[in-house]
């Protein structure tokens, strides 16, 4: 069995004990047993720790079927995988609310918070075949996807439709506002510099 095979079953083992349990209470000897595992599969591989922080790379790969069709808008396509990520979660809602009110409590989850945002938007990106150089700041686009993606998030926790109609309407408004700005900052990158300095 790979390095890989065996993060990933052990995070789906964390998140199904973490259905009725607190996340920060899961043990490594208890995530080997619920995964068919012993621990010495996870010598050298992972302990509770590295689990904790593959959770948000297995929902980020929800989002890798993509969406490229050619009538689409960059919009709709990131609508479209973003929504992925969402379905992904919600096969897993009760272990993936207690692990993300332990991420959002601790100290070590809150650390890796930011910079799981930041990956999670940028295979958004190119997942949705949008990573592409389009003249707009890269570390821009990400802080911006990565805004409207927990915003997202925050609805969805909240979330009482089986259709997930609330995230679904928080993702659209939020990146209609991202679409927005974009359009605006590239407006402003072609205004010629006698017409920005009369501004």
């Known amino acids: 069995m790979t390095r890989d095979e065996i993060i990933n079953k052990g995070v789906h083992a ?3 004990l973490a259905e009725t349990g607190k996340w920060g209470d899961l043990t490594l000897s208890a995530i080997a047993s619920e995964a068919g595992l012993t621990l010495k599969d996870f010598h050298g591989v992972a302990d509770k720790d590295d ?8 929902f980020d790969a929800g989002m890798s079927e993509g969406s490229f069709g050619d009538d689409e808008t960059p919009r709709t396509r990131l609508f479209d995988v973003i929504m992925m990520r969402f379905e ?28 799981a945002r ?7 990106l190119a997942c949705s075949g949008l990573d592409k150089d389009d ?12 805004w409207t993606i927990a915003q997202a998030e925050r609805a969805w926790k909240q979330e009482t439709s089986p259709d997930m109609t609330r995230t679904m ?10 679409e927005e700005r ?18």
């Open 135 to 146: 003249g707009l700041p890269r570390g821009l686009v990400l802080t911006g996807l990565a």
């Open 182 to 199: 974009a359009a605006w900052l590239k407006g402003r990158g072609k205004r010629k510099p006698e017409a920005a300095s009369e501004a």
């Open 14 to 16: 964390a998140l199904k």
């Open 88 to 115: 992904a979660m919600e096969d897993v809602r009760d272990g993936a609310m207690s692990y993300l009110r332990w991420r959002d409590r601790s100290v070590s989850g809150l650390a890796q918070r930011i910079k």
């Open 51 to 58: 689990l904790s922080f593959a959770v948000e790379g297995i």
């Open 118 to 124: 930041a990956a999670t938007a940028k295979w958004a």
């Open 169 to 178: 309407a928080a993702l659209d408004a939020e990146l209609i506002k991202l």
